[in-house]
């Protein structure tokens, strides 16, 4: 299964993004979906997820700025990213799992973030 992020980019701090994660293919038995993130020295961390039943569970340093969504019928998950700081700027991963712990991971997006 492939998963495609878009939706990176250079933008001054303040401003907004809108990434997509497109899957193609069925993954069985995935029950999340969302976005981790790795910034340069950085180890990755989670962003955003949301699970099957719609349940969403967002990073600490993200919260209140950022909102994760979702197509079902196009398989693919958005992220809404608002105010963003310089600290946000990393490669943005698609991530799933699946009901018996299994990861995919999909290509990355650059965010940049300019002060």
């Known amino acids: 299964v492939q998963q495609q992020a878009s939706g990176g980019g250079l933008v001054q701090a303040g401003g907004s993004l809108r990434l997509s994660c497109a899957a193609s293919g069925k993954i069985f038995g995935v029950n999340v979906r969302g976005w981790y993130r790795q910034a340069p020295g950085k180890e990755r961390e989670l962003v955003a997820v949301i699970l099957n039943n719609g349940i969403t569970n967002y990073g600490d340093s993200v919260k209140g700025r950022f909102s994760i969504s979702r197509n079902i019928a196009q398989n693919t998950v958005y992220l809404q990213m608002n105010s963003l700081k310089p600290e946000d700027t990393a490669v943005y991963f698609c991530?799933?799992?699946?009901?018996?712990?299994?990861?995919?991971w999909g290509q990355g997006t650059l965010v940049t973030v300019s002060s």
């Open positions: 991530y799933a799992k699946t009901n018996y712990e299994k990861v995919y």
